[in-house]
């Protein structure tokens, strides 16, 4: 068990449709990173968050959004979902920065999206 | 955008034998990590290398961050049925925290 734990576990929706997918850090963690996994593009990160802002972004689209609450809990919005958007989201996260680019990221169990 | 080459894609071995795996990148990394998934699960966080030339063991695996730090390599010894499963590197560049993985490593063990 990393610590981080990540709801729902299953996701079913159809095309169109909005979800928010939530994350809960490791205790006393302040980074938070959203990643994509498909089959065909394999793992890709989407967006961190330290402490509430957000501090870089990936191959996030427009349709997608995060945001990190003030008790550090993020949550990944995806709208006008796509049969391309089905795939597995994970979160993880990291301790605060101590060095920067030397984060050891911890991952949840993901989310498993299925847009129908 | 930066890439991750991760060999072998997938291997079959015998139990008790010994794995290596290894990733090469364009670019340097500050960090090497190196993961394994289980299916439906998520990354377990096997080893962690922050400096060039770093030799790291986690009971039977080994990881090297490469002198270059354009390389590491993951080695399993003594391989056992649970060992089996998805074995990912990733590297941090830059001041950049988020992760870049390679392709991963399907490993199978025949008991």
């Known amino acids: 068990d990393s610590g981080v734990t990540q709801t729902p576990k299953h996701l079913i929706t159809a095309t169109g449709q909005r979800v928010t997918l939530r994350c809960s850090p490791r205790?006393?963690?302040?980074?938070v990173y959203w990643y994509q996994q498909s089959l065909d593009q394999g793992l890709q990160f989407l967006i961190q968050?330290?402490?509430?802002?957000?501090?870089a972004k990936g191959n996030i689209l427009e349709r997608f959004s995060a945001q990190q609450f003030p008790d550090l809990h993020s949550e990944l919005n995806l709208s006008s979902l796509e049969l391309g958007d089905s795939a597995l989201y994970f979160c993880?996260?990291?301790?605060?920065?101590?060095?920067?680019?030397?984060?050891?990221?911890?991952f949840g169990p993901g989310t498993r999206l299925l847009v129908l | 955008g930066q890439q991750l080459n991760q060999s072998p894609q997938s291997m079959f071995i015998q139990e008790g034998e010994d794995v290596s795996m290894n990733c090469t990148s364009s670019?340097?990394?500050?960090?090497w990590l190196w993961y394994k998934q289980d299916p439906g699960e998520g990354p377990v966080l096997l080893i962690a290398?922050?400096?060039?030339?770093e030799l790291t063991s986690n009971g039977r695996l080994t990881a090297q961050f490469g002198i270059t730090r354009k390389d590491s390599f993951l080695n399993i010894s003594a391989s056992i049925p649970s060992d089996v499963g998805i074995y990912f590197c990733?590297?941090?560049?830059?001041?950049?925290?988020?992760?870049?993985f390679g392709k991963g490593t399907k490993l199978s063990v025949k008991p």
């Open positions: 990733a590297g941090q560049a830059g001041s950049q925290g988020n992760l870049i």
């Open positions: 290398l922050y400096k060039a030339g």
């Open positions: 968050y330290y402490n509430g802002e957000e501090r």
């Open positions: 670019s340097i990394f500050n960090t």
């Open positions: 205790s006393g963690d302040l980074s």
């Open positions: 993880a996260s990291s301790q605060p920065l101590l060095t920067e680019g030397q984060e050891t990221q911890y």
